[in-house]
């Protein structure tokens, strides 16, 4: 978030674009466009998309993984439109597909352990919990003051202030 994040977030704007350059077809329509110029994120991702992509990094909660299947996601709904790149109403389908994937991992119990850990150091859950939580990425460890925190991912945080998960 903030400032601070940018270095994170032109990180996986530029991981998008490495991907996106090694598609067959990318690279040359790159060197065509700019001649003489290597490919990065200027050059690769559309402008009319790089909202789009902040959007999906910002709901992404800088995970990679995740930031990728966004991206892949919103991409299949803006090609099930007929259209080679996305828009804000494809990414929100694909948020709305991933919250949900999200919400499947949860069993009973979990909305109010997530909570409760939610900026501990997650001692107090059970490790069998903490560690599928982690893995799924509900839940986010990250340093601040070189003192892991935890924090809940935006999609999984999403589904809990949304109710879904408290059935």
Known sequence: DGPEGEPARRFLR???ARR???APGAQAAVVEQNPGRQA????????EILSVVDEAIRWSGGVPRTFLQLVANARTYARLRGSAWPKSSDLADAVAAQRDSFRRVLLPGDPAAIRAAEGTDGRQLHPDRRARLMAHGVLLEK??????VLSIHPLARASLDQGAADA
């Not at 990065?40 to 402008?47: A, C, E, I």
């Open 14 to 16: 530029e991981l998008l």
């Open 40 to 47: 990065d994120s200027s050059t690769v991702l559309p402008p």
């Open 143 to 148: 340093l601040y003051e070189r003192r892991p």
């Open 20 to 22: 996106l350059s090694a």
